[in-house]
């Protein structure tokens, strides 16, 4: 069955079965490779997208389930994303990379829901998004930089 998905501000057609995840609709369909296949069982975060705004395993919701906006990590350009980003990098918090794309996600989640984080929101939003690297506390430091910032642009 074909439908049509809004993603990053785009439609997209997508002409296949109700039960094919979110995930492979955007790698494989649709070339939007930024999102990562880590588990496949919602327990790495590698996956993460938004949906209407809200932090999803993109590996667990299928085609047939979707409704509304899809943001993945190719369409989180803002100002706000930008300085998420260059705190990312003014902590050294990539290693490997692979986990990155979903991190972000889920860090821009948590400041828009939540725009000053003590450690333990952080901990609690940031929780599922698994790190090979084991770069959590460069993670934590990068999310409460981001946060500073975007009060004082605020």
Not at 105 to 132: F, H, K, T, V, Y
């Amino acid at each position: 069955m074909s439908r049509t998905l809004r993603i990053n501000g785009s439609n997209h057609e997508a002409d296949l079965p109700d039960d094919v995840p979110l995930l492979w609709v955007l790698r494989d369909a649709l070339g939007l490779t930024g999102t990562k296949y880590g588990c496949g069982v919602a327990a790495c975060g590698a996956c993460t997208v938004h949906i209407n705004g809200t932090a999803v395993r993109s590996c667990q919701v299928t085609l047939g389930e979707i409704e509304g906006e899809i943001t993945t990590i190719e369409g989180l350009v803002s100002s706000d994303m930008a300085i998420l980003q260059q705190s990312w990098i003014e902590h050294q918090v990539a290693q490997c990379g692979y986990c990155q794309s979903g991190q972000l996600m889920q860090a821009a989640s948590l400041l828009s829901d939540n725009p000053s984080p003590s450690d333990a929101e952080i901990d609690s939003a940031m929780n599922g998004n698994l790190c090979r690297c084991g770069t959590y506390p460069r993670i934590r430091s990068a999310i409460h930089d981001a946060a500073e910032k975007l009060a004082r642009q605020g």
